[in-house]
Protein backbone atom coordinates (compact mmCIF):
# COMPACT_ATOMS: atom_id res chain seq x y z
CA UNK A 1 0.00 0.00 0.00
CA UNK A 2 1.24 3.08 -0.93
CA UNK A 3 1.18 5.96 1.59
CA UNK A 4 -0.02 9.31 -0.25
CA UNK A 5 0.45 13.25 1.16
CA UNK A 6 -2.09 15.18 3.20
CA UNK A 7 -4.44 17.20 1.60
CA UNK A 8 -6.24 20.20 2.67
CA UNK A 9 -9.58 19.11 1.01
CA UNK A 10 -10.16 15.98 -0.78
CA UNK A 11 -13.37 15.83 -2.67
CA UNK A 12 -15.39 12.47 -3.22
CA UNK A 13 -17.36 12.46 -6.77
CA UNK A 14 -16.44 14.77 -9.61
CA UNK A 15 -19.60 14.96 -11.09
CA UNK A 16 -21.19 19.21 -11.01
CA UNK A 17 -21.17 19.39 -7.43
CA UNK A 18 -17.22 17.95 -7.11
CA UNK A 19 -16.10 19.54 -9.93
CA UNK A 20 -17.43 23.19 -9.26
CA UNK A 21 -15.79 22.81 -5.45
CA UNK A 22 -12.64 21.72 -7.08
CA UNK A 23 -12.54 25.06 -9.12
CA UNK A 24 -13.15 27.11 -6.14
CA UNK A 25 -10.90 25.65 -3.73
CA UNK A 26 -8.50 25.54 -6.26
CA UNK A 27 -8.69 29.56 -7.03
CA UNK A 28 -7.93 29.57 -3.10
CA UNK A 29 -5.06 28.28 -3.59
CA UNK A 30 -5.82 24.85 -1.36
CA UNK A 31 -4.12 21.74 -1.46
CA UNK A 32 -7.04 19.57 -3.14
CA UNK A 33 -7.81 16.01 -4.64
CA UNK A 34 -10.69 15.17 -6.48
CA UNK A 35 -11.62 11.18 -6.84
CA UNK A 36 -14.22 9.33 -8.82
CA UNK A 37 -14.15 5.98 -9.49
CA UNK A 38 -15.34 6.84 -13.46
CA UNK A 39 -12.69 7.38 -16.59
CA UNK A 40 -14.86 10.34 -17.82
CA UNK A 41 -17.86 12.31 -17.19
CA UNK A 42 -21.30 10.82 -16.89
CA UNK A 43 -22.72 10.07 -20.77
CA UNK A 44 -26.17 9.97 -19.85
CA UNK A 45 -27.22 13.66 -20.37
CA UNK A 46 -29.31 14.56 -16.98
CA UNK A 47 -29.64 18.26 -16.27
CA UNK A 48 -31.34 20.34 -18.93
CA UNK A 49 -31.68 23.79 -16.96
CA UNK A 50 -30.04 26.30 -14.64
CA UNK A 51 -30.30 29.67 -13.24
CA UNK A 52 -28.09 33.07 -12.77
CA UNK A 53 -27.00 32.51 -9.25
CA UNK A 54 -25.71 29.34 -10.66
CA UNK A 55 -23.95 31.04 -13.18
CA UNK A 56 -22.58 33.66 -10.61
CA UNK A 57 -20.72 31.29 -8.90
CA UNK A 58 -19.00 30.15 -12.39
CA UNK A 59 -18.37 33.87 -12.75
CA UNK A 60 -16.16 33.62 -9.45
CA UNK A 61 -13.95 30.88 -11.28
CA UNK A 62 -13.57 32.39 -14.84
CA UNK A 63 -16.32 30.33 -16.54
CA UNK A 64 -19.55 32.15 -16.54
CA UNK A 65 -18.51 32.94 -20.00
CA UNK A 66 -17.53 29.48 -21.68
CA UNK A 67 -20.28 27.88 -19.90
CA UNK A 68 -22.90 30.19 -21.68
CA UNK A 69 -21.44 29.87 -24.82
CA UNK A 70 -22.92 26.44 -24.82
CA UNK A 71 -26.45 27.30 -23.40
CA UNK A 72 -29.68 28.82 -24.67
CA UNK A 73 -30.86 31.92 -22.66
CA UNK A 74 -34.43 32.96 -21.73
CA UNK A 75 -36.52 30.77 -23.46
CA UNK A 76 -40.30 30.67 -22.79
CA UNK A 77 -41.86 28.77 -20.20
CA UNK A 78 -45.23 26.95 -21.51
CA UNK A 79 -47.54 24.90 -19.10
CA UNK A 80 -50.23 23.59 -22.26
CA UNK A 81 -53.39 21.59 -21.95
CA UNK A 82 -53.98 18.38 -23.77
CA UNK A 83 -54.43 20.06 -27.16
CA UNK A 84 -51.20 21.72 -26.50
CA UNK A 85 -53.03 25.38 -25.71
CA UNK A 86 -50.96 27.04 -22.73
CA UNK A 87 -52.75 27.96 -19.75
CA UNK A 88 -49.49 29.44 -18.14
CA UNK A 89 -46.83 31.11 -20.29
CA UNK A 90 -43.91 32.93 -18.80
CA UNK A 91 -40.81 34.65 -19.41
CA UNK A 92 -38.52 34.11 -16.14
CA UNK A 93 -37.52 37.34 -14.90
CA UNK A 94 -34.41 38.09 -13.74
CA UNK A 95 -33.58 38.47 -9.82
CA UNK A 96 -30.38 40.46 -10.80
CA UNK A 97 -27.67 38.56 -11.14
CA UNK A 98 -25.99 39.81 -13.63
CA UNK A 99 -26.93 36.81 -15.85
CA UNK A 100 -29.64 35.80 -17.95
CA UNK A 101 -32.27 33.95 -15.22
CA UNK A 102 -32.70 30.93 -16.76
CA UNK A 103 -30.50 28.38 -19.20
CA UNK A 104 -30.98 25.42 -20.99
CA UNK A 105 -27.36 23.58 -20.58
CA UNK A 106 -26.78 19.59 -22.00
CA UNK A 107 -24.68 18.31 -18.74
CA UNK A 108 -22.39 16.40 -20.53
CA UNK A 109 -20.67 19.55 -22.46
CA UNK A 110 -20.83 21.42 -19.52
CA UNK A 111 -19.31 18.75 -17.30
CA UNK A 112 -16.54 18.94 -19.38
CA UNK A 113 -16.21 22.43 -19.76
CA UNK A 114 -16.25 22.58 -15.55
CA UNK A 115 -13.53 19.97 -15.43
CA UNK A 116 -11.48 21.67 -18.13
CA UNK A 117 -11.71 24.68 -15.24
CA UNK A 118 -10.11 22.57 -13.09
CA UNK A 119 -7.07 22.05 -14.67
CA UNK A 120 -5.90 25.00 -14.18
CA UNK A 121 -4.94 24.91 -11.12
CA UNK A 122 -1.97 23.16 -10.39
CA UNK A 123 -2.61 22.57 -6.45
CA UNK A 124 -6.17 20.12 -7.51
CA UNK A 125 -4.70 16.87 -8.07
CA UNK A 126 -7.45 14.38 -9.83
CA UNK A 127 -7.54 10.85 -9.51
CA UNK A 128 -9.90 9.35 -11.77
CA UNK A 129 -10.67 5.52 -11.70
CA UNK A 130 -10.05 5.75 -8.30
CA UNK A 131 -12.84 4.12 -5.64
CA UNK A 132 -12.97 5.70 -2.62
CA UNK A 133 -13.93 2.64 -0.11
CA UNK A 134 -13.57 4.11 3.16
CA UNK A 135 -13.76 7.53 4.69
CA UNK A 136 -12.61 7.53 8.35
CA UNK A 137 -12.51 11.14 10.82
CA UNK A 138 -9.66 10.72 13.01
CA UNK A 139 -9.77 13.72 14.77
CA UNK A 140 -7.97 16.86 13.51
CA UNK A 141 -7.76 15.20 9.84
CA UNK A 142 -9.95 12.51 7.87
CA UNK A 143 -8.59 9.05 6.68
CA UNK A 144 -9.33 7.95 2.97
CA UNK A 145 -9.21 4.52 1.60
CA UNK A 146 -8.88 4.50 -1.94
CA UNK A 147 -8.42 1.56 -4.88
CA UNK A 148 -6.80 2.50 -7.74
CA UNK A 149 -9.01 0.41 -10.24
CA UNK A 150 -6.84 0.66 -13.03
CA UNK A 151 -3.85 -0.90 -11.45
CA UNK A 152 -5.45 -2.68 -8.23
CA UNK A 153 -3.19 -0.72 -5.68
CA UNK A 154 -4.87 0.47 -2.32
CA UNK A 155 -3.64 4.43 -1.16
CA UNK A 156 -3.99 5.77 1.83
CA UNK A 157 -4.31 9.60 2.38
CA UNK A 158 -5.38 11.89 4.73
CA UNK A 159 -7.14 15.52 4.78
CA UNK A 160 -8.22 18.18 6.70
CA UNK A 161 -11.75 17.92 5.34
CA UNK A 162 -13.77 16.01 3.09
CA UNK A 163 -16.62 17.05 0.52
CA UNK A 164 -18.62 13.79 0.12
CA UNK A 165 -20.19 14.86 -3.55
CA UNK A 166 -20.70 11.33 -4.14
CA UNK A 167 -23.82 11.00 -5.78
CA UNK A 168 -27.80 10.44 -4.42
CA UNK A 169 -26.53 6.94 -3.41
CA UNK A 170 -23.79 8.23 -1.95
CA UNK A 171 -21.15 5.18 -0.37
CA UNK A 172 -19.79 8.07 2.35
CA UNK A 173 -22.96 8.73 3.58
CA UNK A 174 -23.74 5.32 4.18
CA UNK A 175 -20.65 4.62 6.21
CA UNK A 176 -21.28 7.41 8.40
CA UNK A 177 -24.58 5.75 8.96
CA UNK A 178 -26.61 9.36 8.16
CA UNK A 179 -29.89 8.60 6.91
CA UNK A 180 -31.42 9.94 3.12
CA UNK A 181 -35.16 10.45 4.66
CA UNK A 182 -38.17 10.69 2.16
CA UNK A 183 -39.36 9.13 -0.63
CA UNK A 184 -38.76 7.75 -3.66
CA UNK A 185 -42.05 8.69 -6.60
CA UNK A 186 -43.30 4.94 -7.71
CA UNK A 187 -43.56 6.56 -11.33
CA UNK A 188 -40.73 5.99 -13.62
CA UNK A 189 -39.76 8.38 -16.14
CA UNK A 190 -38.69 7.79 -20.11
CA UNK A 191 -35.86 10.37 -20.79
CA UNK A 192 -35.11 11.01 -24.37
CA UNK A 193 -32.43 13.22 -25.73
CA UNK A 194 -32.61 13.65 -29.15
CA UNK A 195 -30.40 16.15 -32.45
CA UNK A 196 -32.65 18.28 -33.90
CA UNK A 197 -32.75 17.74 -37.58
CA UNK A 198 -35.58 20.25 -38.74
CA UNK A 199 -37.15 22.71 -36.55
CA UNK A 200 -41.06 22.79 -35.77
CA UNK A 201 -43.11 25.30 -34.11
CA UNK A 202 -42.77 25.83 -30.48
CA UNK A 203 -39.36 24.03 -30.43
CA UNK A 204 -37.31 26.67 -28.88
CA UNK A 205 -39.55 26.80 -25.68
CA UNK A 206 -39.91 24.31 -22.57
CA UNK A 207 -43.27 23.13 -21.96
CA UNK A 208 -45.17 20.82 -19.64
CA UNK A 209 -47.87 19.30 -21.66
CA UNK A 210 -50.47 18.57 -18.77
CA UNK A 211 -52.10 15.85 -20.56
CA UNK A 212 -53.63 13.60 -18.04
CA UNK A 213 -53.30 10.52 -19.69
CA UNK A 214 -49.71 10.89 -20.80
CA UNK A 215 -47.69 14.22 -19.09
CA UNK A 216 -44.77 14.84 -21.31
CA UNK A 217 -41.88 17.76 -20.98
CA UNK A 218 -40.08 19.09 -24.08
CA UNK A 219 -37.48 20.98 -24.05
CA UNK A 220 -34.67 22.77 -25.95
CA UNK A 221 -31.61 21.97 -24.80
CA UNK A 222 -28.52 23.78 -26.53
CA UNK A 223 -25.32 22.00 -29.22
CA UNK A 224 -29.08 21.58 -31.63
CA UNK A 225 -30.59 18.64 -29.14
CA UNK A 226 -33.80 18.69 -27.82
CA UNK A 227 -35.30 16.72 -24.86
CA UNK A 228 -38.50 14.97 -23.86
CA UNK A 229 -39.56 13.47 -20.43
CA UNK A 230 -42.76 11.14 -19.64
CA UNK A 231 -43.86 8.60 -17.59
CA UNK A 232 -44.35 5.04 -17.77
CA UNK A 233 -48.09 3.99 -17.71
CA UNK A 234 -49.12 1.44 -14.90
CA UNK A 235 -48.25 -1.84 -16.54
CA UNK A 236 -45.73 -0.56 -19.40
CA UNK A 237 -42.97 -2.82 -19.58
CA UNK A 238 -39.52 -0.76 -19.37
CA UNK A 239 -37.92 -2.51 -22.14
CA UNK A 240 -40.88 -1.71 -24.31
CA UNK A 241 -41.07 1.88 -23.87
CA UNK A 242 -37.18 2.03 -24.80
CA UNK A 243 -38.11 1.11 -28.04
CA UNK A 244 -37.52 3.06 -30.69
CA UNK A 245 -41.24 2.60 -32.24
CA UNK A 246 -42.48 3.45 -28.47
CA UNK A 247 -40.74 6.51 -28.26
CA UNK A 248 -42.00 7.75 -32.04
CA UNK A 249 -45.31 6.96 -30.94
CA UNK A 250 -45.54 9.40 -28.13
CA UNK A 251 -42.72 12.02 -30.22
CA UNK A 252 -45.48 11.20 -32.90
CA UNK A 253 -48.65 12.29 -31.34
CA UNK A 254 -47.01 16.19 -30.99
CA UNK A 255 -46.50 16.06 -34.52
CA UNK A 256 -42.49 15.01 -34.41
CA UNK A 257 -41.33 13.00 -36.69
CA UNK A 258 -37.78 11.36 -37.83
CA UNK A 259 -38.09 14.46 -40.18
CA UNK A 260 -37.76 16.37 -37.04
CA UNK A 261 -35.60 14.96 -34.72
CA UNK A 262 -32.50 11.61 -34.73
CA UNK A 263 -33.21 9.51 -31.26
CA UNK A 264 -29.86 9.74 -29.44
CA UNK A 265 -30.55 8.16 -26.02
CA UNK A 266 -32.91 6.90 -23.93
CA UNK A 267 -33.32 5.79 -20.52
CA UNK A 268 -35.35 5.76 -17.67
CA UNK A 269 -34.95 7.40 -14.34
CA UNK A 270 -37.41 7.14 -11.09
CA UNK A 271 -37.43 10.82 -8.96
CA UNK A 272 -36.31 11.28 -5.28
CA UNK A 273 -37.70 13.63 -2.66
CA UNK A 274 -35.00 13.00 0.02
CA UNK A 275 -32.48 15.02 2.25
CA UNK A 276 -29.48 13.86 4.25
CA UNK A 277 -30.33 14.16 8.15
CA UNK A 278 -26.87 15.65 9.04
CA UNK A 279 -24.95 17.53 6.54
CA UNK A 280 -21.89 17.38 8.38
CA UNK A 281 -20.33 14.50 10.04
CA UNK A 282 -16.71 15.70 11.81
CA UNK A 283 -14.83 17.14 9.03
CA UNK A 284 -16.93 15.41 6.23
CA UNK A 285 -19.46 17.34 4.49
CA UNK A 286 -22.15 15.82 2.22
CA UNK A 287 -22.80 18.01 -0.69
CA UNK A 288 -24.77 18.00 -4.22
CA UNK A 289 -27.17 14.59 -4.86
CA UNK A 290 -25.60 13.49 -1.85
CA UNK A 291 -27.07 15.24 0.23
CA UNK A 292 -30.49 16.14 -1.01
CA UNK A 293 -32.77 15.04 -4.06
CA UNK A 294 -35.50 16.56 -5.98
CA UNK A 295 -37.44 15.62 -9.23
CA UNK A 296 -36.19 18.27 -12.22
CA UNK A 297 -38.82 19.95 -12.54
CA UNK A 298 -37.87 23.38 -11.89
CA UNK A 299 -33.89 22.66 -12.89
CA UNK A 300 -32.45 22.66 -9.48
CA UNK A 301 -30.29 19.72 -8.97
CA UNK A 302 -27.62 19.94 -10.21
CA UNK A 303 -27.81 24.27 -9.52
CA UNK A 304 -28.20 23.23 -5.70
CA UNK A 305 -25.25 21.34 -5.69
CA UNK A 306 -23.37 24.10 -7.23
CA UNK A 307 -24.87 26.54 -4.22
CA UNK A 308 -24.12 23.99 -1.84
CA UNK A 309 -20.14 24.12 -3.22
CA UNK A 310 -20.08 28.10 -3.36
CA UNK A 311 -21.41 28.14 0.48
CA UNK A 312 -18.93 25.90 1.75
CA UNK A 313 -15.66 26.55 -0.22
CA UNK A 314 -15.33 29.99 1.03
CA UNK A 315 -16.25 29.00 4.38
CA UNK A 316 -13.45 25.70 4.61
CA UNK A 317 -11.31 28.35 2.92
CA UNK A 318 -11.41 30.43 5.70
CA UNK A 319 -11.11 28.03 8.42
CA UNK A 320 -7.82 26.46 7.01
CA UNK A 321 -6.25 29.67 6.39
CA UNK A 322 -7.23 30.09 10.08
CA UNK A 323 -9.19 33.73 9.79
CA UNK A 324 -12.18 31.85 11.43
CA UNK A 325 -13.30 28.80 14.14
CA UNK A 326 -14.20 25.48 12.57
CA UNK A 327 -17.68 26.42 14.45
CA UNK A 328 -18.69 28.54 10.87
CA UNK A 329 -18.74 25.49 9.07
CA UNK A 330 -21.95 24.58 11.62
CA UNK A 331 -23.84 27.47 9.72
CA UNK A 332 -23.35 25.51 5.79
CA UNK A 333 -25.74 23.16 6.97
CA UNK A 334 -28.14 25.94 8.46
CA UNK A 335 -28.09 28.03 5.56
CA UNK A 336 -28.18 25.46 3.12
CA UNK A 337 -30.58 22.77 4.14
CA UNK A 338 -34.11 25.31 4.53
CA UNK A 339 -33.33 26.49 0.78
CA UNK A 340 -33.32 23.19 -0.59
CA UNK A 341 -35.73 22.16 1.49
CA UNK A 342 -38.21 24.94 -0.64
CA UNK A 343 -36.46 24.57 -3.84
CA UNK A 344 -37.77 20.63 -3.31
CA UNK A 345 -40.97 21.71 -2.33
CA UNK A 346 -41.76 24.18 -5.58
CA UNK A 347 -40.40 21.21 -7.67
CA UNK A 348 -43.20 19.07 -6.00
CA UNK A 349 -45.71 21.45 -6.98
CA UNK A 350 -44.79 22.11 -10.49
CA UNK A 351 -44.56 18.13 -10.29
CA UNK A 352 -48.66 17.90 -9.25
CA UNK A 353 -49.44 21.08 -11.71
CA UNK A 354 -48.18 18.85 -15.33
CA UNK A 355 -48.60 15.90 -13.59
CA UNK A 356 -52.33 15.78 -12.79
CA UNK A 357 -54.18 12.13 -14.06
CA UNK A 358 -57.74 13.30 -13.30
CA UNK A 359 -59.46 15.02 -16.11
CA UNK A 360 -62.16 16.51 -14.72
CA UNK A 361 -59.21 18.55 -12.04
CA UNK A 362 -56.99 18.77 -15.17
CA UNK A 363 -60.19 20.60 -16.90
CA UNK A 364 -60.72 23.01 -13.40
CA UNK A 365 -56.65 23.56 -12.80
CA UNK A 366 -56.69 24.58 -17.12
CA UNK A 367 -59.62 27.23 -16.73
CA UNK A 368 -58.22 28.62 -13.88
CA UNK A 369 -54.86 28.94 -14.45
CA UNK A 370 -55.57 30.76 -17.70
CA UNK A 371 -58.16 33.11 -16.37
CA UNK A 372 -55.58 33.60 -13.53
CA UNK A 373 -52.97 34.31 -16.06
CA UNK A 374 -54.79 37.34 -17.38
CA UNK A 375 -54.66 39.57 -14.48
CA UNK A 376 -51.89 41.95 -14.44
CA UNK A 377 -48.65 40.68 -12.45
CA UNK A 378 -49.79 37.13 -13.08
CA UNK A 379 -46.43 36.16 -14.47
CA UNK A 380 -44.52 37.26 -11.65
CA UNK A 381 -46.55 35.50 -9.08
CA UNK A 382 -46.21 32.43 -10.62
CA UNK A 383 -42.98 33.14 -10.95
CA UNK A 384 -42.57 33.72 -6.75
CA UNK A 385 -44.04 30.68 -6.15
CA UNK A 386 -43.40 28.19 -8.38
CA UNK A 387 -40.00 28.82 -9.51
CA UNK A 388 -36.46 29.12 -7.78
CA UNK A 389 -36.67 31.06 -4.55
CA UNK A 390 -34.62 33.92 -3.46
CA UNK A 391 -30.69 34.37 -2.84
CA UNK A 392 -31.74 34.40 0.80
CA UNK A 393 -30.99 32.71 4.13
CA UNK A 394 -32.77 33.51 6.85
CA UNK A 395 -31.08 31.82 9.06
CA UNK A 396 -26.82 31.15 9.72
CA UNK A 397 -23.42 33.25 9.94
CA UNK A 398 -24.88 36.07 10.02
CA UNK A 399 -24.44 39.15 12.45
CA UNK A 400 -27.96 39.70 14.71
CA UNK A 401 -29.77 42.66 14.96
CA UNK A 402 -32.54 42.17 12.35
CA UNK A 403 -31.59 44.04 9.76
CA UNK A 404 -33.84 43.33 6.71
CA UNK A 405 -30.96 43.53 4.31
CA UNK A 406 -29.05 40.77 6.07
CA UNK A 407 -28.98 36.82 4.25
CA UNK A 408 -29.67 38.11 1.24
CA UNK A 409 -27.19 37.91 -1.91
CA UNK A 410 -26.38 41.51 -3.03
CA UNK A 411 -27.57 41.84 -6.69
CA UNK A 412 -25.22 42.11 -9.08
CA UNK A 413 -25.07 45.15 -11.58
CA UNK A 414 -22.66 46.28 -14.07
CA UNK A 415 -20.43 49.10 -12.56
CA UNK A 416 -17.51 51.32 -13.41
CA UNK A 417 -14.46 50.39 -11.31
CA UNK A 418 -11.50 52.44 -9.78
CA UNK A 419 -9.60 52.47 -13.45
CA UNK A 420 -12.73 53.74 -14.98
CA UNK A 421 -13.78 50.18 -16.58
CA UNK A 422 -17.20 48.46 -17.06
CA UNK A 423 -17.45 45.01 -14.82
CA UNK A 424 -19.87 43.06 -13.33
CA UNK A 425 -20.00 44.05 -8.96
CA UNK A 426 -18.30 40.79 -8.13
CA UNK A 427 -15.11 41.10 -10.23
CA UNK A 428 -14.26 44.45 -8.07
CA UNK A 429 -15.38 42.68 -4.75
CA UNK A 430 -13.02 39.60 -5.81
CA UNK A 431 -14.59 36.98 -3.76
CA UNK A 432 -13.45 38.90 -0.54
CA UNK A 433 -14.95 39.80 2.36
CA UNK A 434 -16.14 43.89 1.25
CA UNK A 435 -17.73 47.00 3.38
CA UNK A 436 -20.12 49.05 0.66
CA UNK A 437 -21.62 51.86 1.91
CA UNK A 438 -23.19 54.68 0.33
CA UNK A 439 -21.70 58.74 1.25
CA UNK A 440 -19.31 58.63 3.39
CA UNK A 441 -17.93 55.22 5.29
CA UNK A 442 -19.19 55.18 8.89
CA UNK A 443 -16.52 55.32 11.95
CA UNK A 444 -17.94 51.78 13.30
CA UNK A 445 -16.28 50.54 10.01
CA UNK A 446 -12.44 51.01 11.19
CA UNK A 447 -12.81 48.02 13.75
CA UNK A 448 -13.50 46.00 10.12
CA UNK A 449 -10.58 47.76 8.02
CA UNK A 450 -8.45 47.16 10.89
CA UNK A 451 -8.81 43.54 10.00
CA UNK A 452 -8.15 44.10 6.32
CA UNK A 453 -11.44 44.28 5.32
CA UNK A 454 -11.89 46.83 2.07
CA UNK A 455 -14.27 49.42 2.56
CA UNK A 456 -15.70 50.84 -1.02
CA UNK A 457 -18.04 53.49 -1.77
CA UNK A 458 -20.75 53.20 -3.64
CA UNK A 459 -21.51 56.19 -5.84
CA UNK A 460 -24.14 57.55 -8.30
CA UNK A 461 -23.52 57.36 -11.93
CA UNK A 462 -21.73 61.34 -11.65
CA UNK A 463 -19.60 60.02 -8.81
CA UNK A 464 -16.11 61.39 -9.55
CA UNK A 465 -13.62 58.67 -9.92
CA UNK A 466 -11.28 58.04 -7.31
CA UNK A 467 -9.35 55.00 -5.39
CA UNK A 468 -12.07 52.78 -3.46
CA UNK A 469 -15.46 54.25 -5.25
CA UNK A 470 -17.66 52.31 -7.61
CA UNK A 471 -19.97 54.45 -9.86
CA UNK A 472 -23.24 52.47 -10.00
CA UNK A 473 -23.97 53.53 -13.62
CA UNK A 474 -28.01 53.14 -13.65
CA UNK A 475 -28.54 53.53 -9.92
CA UNK A 476 -29.74 49.42 -9.39
CA UNK A 477 -27.28 48.84 -6.16
CA UNK A 478 -28.20 52.25 -4.91
CA UNK A 479 -32.03 51.78 -5.14
CA UNK A 480 -31.68 48.20 -3.48
CA UNK A 481 -29.56 49.67 -1.03
CA UNK A 482 -32.05 52.21 -0.41
CA UNK A 483 -35.10 50.34 -0.29
CA UNK A 484 -33.58 47.38 1.73
CA UNK A 485 -32.39 50.84 4.41
CA UNK A 486 -28.74 50.01 4.43
CA UNK A 487 -26.07 52.94 4.16
CA UNK A 488 -23.37 50.44 4.85
CA UNK A 489 -23.17 46.67 4.55
CA UNK A 490 -19.95 43.60 5.13
CA UNK A 491 -20.28 41.29 2.31
CA UNK A 492 -19.06 38.00 2.92
CA UNK A 493 -16.72 36.16 0.03
CA UNK A 494 -19.89 34.77 -1.70
CA UNK A 495 -21.59 38.05 -1.82
CA UNK A 496 -24.28 37.23 0.95
CA UNK A 497 -24.76 40.50 3.43
CA UNK A 498 -23.36 39.52 6.67
CA UNK A 499 -24.38 42.64 8.89
CA UNK A 500 -26.16 46.14 7.24
CA UNK A 501 -26.77 49.47 9.16
CA UNK A 502 -28.68 52.40 7.85
CA UNK A 503 -27.30 55.73 8.44
CA UNK A 504 -27.18 56.77 11.90
CA UNK A 505 -27.09 53.19 12.92
CA UNK A 506 -24.33 51.36 14.50
CA UNK A 507 -22.27 48.42 12.24
CA UNK A 508 -22.78 45.09 13.92
CA UNK A 509 -18.73 44.72 14.87
CA UNK A 510 -16.73 41.12 13.22
CA UNK A 511 -17.99 37.62 14.07
CA UNK A 512 -16.07 36.08 17.30
CA UNK A 513 -12.62 34.71 16.14
CA UNK A 514 -12.53 36.54 13.10
CA UNK A 515 -9.03 37.46 12.43
CA UNK A 516 -8.83 38.85 8.62
CA UNK A 517 -9.51 38.66 5.49
CA UNK A 518 -10.32 35.81 3.57
CA UNK A 519 -9.55 35.87 -0.46
CA UNK A 520 -10.87 33.59 -2.15
CA UNK A 521 -10.74 35.10 -5.84
CA UNK A 522 -8.22 36.79 -7.67
CA UNK A 523 -9.00 40.89 -7.15
CA UNK A 524 -9.09 42.21 -10.57
CA UNK A 525 -9.67 46.00 -9.35
CA UNK A 526 -7.98 48.65 -7.36
CA UNK A 527 -9.90 49.10 -4.46
CA UNK A 528 -7.45 48.42 -1.17
CA UNK A 529 -8.27 48.25 2.63
C1 LIG B 1 -33.66 13.20 -15.94
C2 LIG B 1 -32.94 14.18 -15.08
C3 LIG B 1 -33.07 15.53 -15.36
C4 LIG B 1 -32.41 16.46 -14.57
N1 LIG B 1 -32.55 17.79 -14.86
C5 LIG B 1 -31.91 18.70 -14.11
C6 LIG B 1 -31.96 20.07 -14.46
O1 LIG B 1 -32.59 20.46 -15.44
N2 LIG B 1 -31.26 20.95 -13.70
C7 LIG B 1 -30.53 20.56 -12.62
O2 LIG B 1 -29.92 21.41 -11.97
N3 LIG B 1 -30.45 19.25 -12.28
C8 LIG B 1 -31.11 18.32 -12.99
N4 LIG B 1 -30.99 17.00 -12.69
C9 LIG B 1 -30.21 16.60 -11.51
C10 LIG B 1 -28.70 16.56 -11.77
O3 LIG B 1 -28.38 15.78 -12.89
C11 LIG B 1 -28.01 16.04 -10.52
O4 LIG B 1 -28.53 16.73 -9.40
C12 LIG B 1 -26.51 16.26 -10.57
O5 LIG B 1 -25.91 15.56 -11.63
C13 LIG B 1 -25.88 15.80 -9.25
O6 LIG B 1 -24.53 16.14 -9.27
P1 LIG B 1 -23.54 15.59 -8.15
O7 LIG B 1 -22.20 16.08 -8.57
O8 LIG B 1 -24.04 15.97 -6.82
O9 LIG B 1 -23.64 14.02 -8.26
P2 LIG B 1 -23.30 13.06 -9.51
O10 LIG B 1 -23.41 13.80 -10.79
O11 LIG B 1 -24.13 11.85 -9.34
O12 LIG B 1 -21.77 12.70 -9.31
C14 LIG B 1 -21.34 11.81 -8.29
C15 LIG B 1 -19.98 11.27 -8.69
O13 LIG B 1 -19.45 10.53 -7.60
C16 LIG B 1 -18.76 9.39 -8.10
N5 LIG B 1 -18.68 8.42 -7.03
C17 LIG B 1 -19.68 7.87 -6.31
N6 LIG B 1 -19.19 7.06 -5.36
C18 LIG B 1 -17.85 7.08 -5.47
C19 LIG B 1 -16.79 6.44 -4.78
N7 LIG B 1 -17.00 5.63 -3.75
N8 LIG B 1 -15.51 6.68 -5.16
C20 LIG B 1 -15.26 7.51 -6.19
N9 LIG B 1 -16.22 8.14 -6.89
C21 LIG B 1 -17.50 7.93 -6.53
C22 LIG B 1 -19.60 8.96 -9.30
O14 LIG B 1 -18.83 8.21 -10.22
C23 LIG B 1 -20.05 10.32 -9.88
O15 LIG B 1 -19.17 10.77 -10.89
C24 LIG B 1 -31.62 16.04 -13.47
C25 LIG B 1 -31.48 14.66 -13.20
C26 LIG B 1 -32.14 13.76 -13.99
C27 LIG B 1 -31.96 12.31 -13.69
Not at 95 to 120: K, N, T
Not at 157 to 178: E, F, H, K, M, W
Not at 432 to 447: C, K, S
Not at 500 to 523: M, R
Request: overall charge neutral.
Amino acid sequence: MAEQPTYDVAIVGYGPTGAAAANLLGQMGLKVVVIDREADVYANARAISTDEEVLRAFQSVGLSERLQQDMLPDRPVAFVDAEGVPFIEMKINSRGSGHPPQQFLYQPAMDHVVREGVSRFPSVEVLLEHECLRVLNKGDEVELMLADLRTDVFKRICASYVIAADGGSSPTRGQLGIGYSGRTYAERWVVIDTKVLKEWDAHDRLRFHSNPSRPTVDCPTPLGHHRWEYPARTGENEQDLLREEAIWKVLGDQGITSEHVKILRAVIYSHHVRVADRWRCGRVFLAGDAAHAMPPWIGQGMSAGVRDAANLCWKLNAVIKGQVPDSLLDSYEAERKPHVTEVTRRACLVGRVITERHGVVATIRNHALRALSRLPGSHTMYQKLLWIPDARYVEGFFAGGGHGAVGWQIPQPWVIDTSGAKVRLDDVLGGRWTILHTGTQPADAQVWTELGVPAIEVAGPQGIPRANVIRDTDGTLIGWLRRKKAATMVLRPDGFIYAAADSGQPLPAPPAGFTGTTTTASTRTGASA
